[in-house]
C-alpha cells in the first residue's frame, strides 16, 4: 500500500475552474504577505509616524548597523477588524510612515542579529490622533562581555612555590 505524505497538494483541473486541496481534505490557507511599508519625506503632513531606530553596544562592542534592523508596522484602522503589516528596512536616519487617523498601531521589531534586545518608547503603540509621533526603537547589546562573561578554567594556571627556610 502507497503511503502518501500528510500535507500533500493536490491540483487538478477541470476547464475553467482548477482545484486545491492538501491530501487530508483541509484547504489550503493563504499565507499572509507582508509588504514594505512606504515612506515619506519629513514634511508629509500629519499623521505621520517617525521610527527612529538606534543600536546601543553599551561600550563593549561597536554596534551592529541600524540597516540590519527590519521593523514591522501593524496597523489596524478604525471601526474595523482587519489589520494590516508592512516592513520598514532599517536606517541609520529616521524613517516616516504614514497611519491613519483613529487607527491603532504598534511597531516592532521583525528581523536584525542577535543578541540584541528591543525596547520601545511609548509611542511605538497606540491609536493615532491627527498629531504625528515619534517612535523610538533601541537594540541593546545583550552578548558576552569580553574578558569578563567568557568563562576561564583557571585549573591550569601554573604555581610557584617558595622553598621552606
Do not use: H
Not at 6 to 26: C, E, K, Y
Not at 106 to 118: L, T
Amino acid at each position: 500500500m502507497t503511503r502518501w505524505p500528510a500535507r500533500l497538494l493536490i491540483v487538478f483541473s477541470l476547464w475553467p475552474i482548477n482545484f486545491a486541496f492538501a491530501a487530508d481534505g483541509r484547504l489550503p490557507q493563504p499565507q499572509p504577505q507582508t509588504q514594505k511599508c512606504t515612506t515619506y519625506p519629513s514634511s508629509t503632513p500629519a499623521p505621520t509616524l517617525t521610527i527612529k531606530t538606534i543600536v546601543d553596544g553599551r561600550g563593549i562592542v561597536d554596534g551592529a548597523d541600524p540597516i540590519l534592523f527590519t521593523m514591522t508596522k501593524t496597523e489596524t484602522p478604525e471601526n474595523s477588524v482587519d489589520s494590516k503589516s508592512c516592513q520598514i528596512p532599517g536606517s541609520s536616519s529616521d524613517t516616516i510612515v504614514k497611519v491613519e487617523a483613529g487607527a491603532s498601531y504598534s511597531v516592532r521589531r521583525s528581523g536584525g542579529p542577535s543578541p540584541y534586545a528591543m525596547t520601545t518608547s511609548d509611542d511605538c503603540t497606540g491609536t493615532m490622533k491627527e498629531d504625528s509621533k515619534i517612535c523610538t526603537v533601541t537594540n541593546t547589546y545583550e552578548g558576552p562581555r569580553w574578558p569578563y562573561d567568557v568563562p576561564y578554567d583557571w585549573t591550569g594556571v601554573i604555581s610557584a612555590s617558595m622553598p621552606a627556610a
